[in-house]
Antibody
Framework: EVQLLESGGGLLQPGGSLRLSCTAS????????MSWVRQAPGKGLECVSS????????TYADSVKGRFTVSRDSSKNTLYLQMNSLRAEDTAVYYC?????????????WGQGTLVTVSS | EVVMTQSPTTLSVSPGERATLSCRAS??????LAWYQQKPGQAPRLLIY???NRATGIPARFSGSASGTEFTLTISSLQSEDFAVFYC?????????FGGGTRVEVK
């Protein structure tokens, strides 16, 4: 059974940093691309970053480019999102999601999400 | 950026009735279009991929279709567990983009 478990969310002040983790199980981690998708309170979905199965291809939404860094560790079956220079508008539930292919595809499995709140 | 526009914003339907949800892409996404269902407090769940393919475990009452840049999700006979928010999403171009969602509520 595919499972994705996020951790690392919390409350922090503007300008702060945070690292989210997503531990995957139930499948061969390196076969699939992964993404981080966020959802601000009461709002829709935004894909902020994606990384291919072999980490060769990495992409970011303009809203986080230069501030967020996505990475993955195949030895730990874990996806990361390093978030720096956080802003109030980064407040959201952050989901990790598996993509259906090595380099792309739809989001076929999702974690339960972790809440990041940026507030002074 | 490909803009995905969903309509209507809210759809009021009685249990057992058919629901038809629409999604329009601002440019071609070929058939790289997915539909997700999200219930309160839960993560989205994949329903349809490739515009018309049901994901694993999704009941046959859910179906998807495409015509150019217009996509449709049909729920043939709404069950109580189907009431939720539905999102379309294109995965043809980066940035990957979602529609604003359609809330299907009990009439």
């Amino acid at each position: 059974e595919v499972q994705l478990l996020e951790s690392g969310g919390g409350l922090l002040q503007p300008g702060g940093s945070l690292r989210l983790s997503c531990t995957a199980s139930g499948y061969t981690f390196t076969t699939y691309a992964m993404s981080w998708v966020r959802q601000a309170p009461g709002k829709g979905l935004e894909c902020v970053s994606s990384i291919s199965g072999n980490s060769a291809s990495v992409t970011y939404a303009d809203s986080v480019k230069g501030r967020f860094t996505v990475s993955r560790d195949s030895s730990k079956n874990t996806l990361y999102l390093q978030m720096n220079s956080l802003r109030a508008e980064d407040t959201a539930v952050y989901y990790c999601a598996r993509r259906s292919g090595t380099y792309g595809g739809d989001f076929d499995y999702w974690g339960q999400g972790t809440l990041v709140t940026v507030s002074s | 950026e490909v803009v995905m526009t969903q309509s209507p914003t809210t759809l009021s339907v009685s249990p057992g009735e058919r629901a038809t949800l629409s999604c329009r892409a601002s440019q071609s996404v070929t058939n790289n279009l997915a539909w997700y269902q999200q219930k309160p407090g839960q993560a989205p769940r994949l329903l349809i991929y490739g515009a018309s393919n049901r994901a694993t475990g999704i009941p046959a009452r859910f179906s998807g279709s495409a015509s150019g840049t217009e996509f449709t999700l049909t729920i043939s006979s709404l069950q109580s567990e189907d009431f939720a928010v539905f999102y379309c999403q294109q995965y043809n171009n980066w940035p990957l983009t979602f529609g604003g969602g359609t809330r299907v509520e009990v009439k």
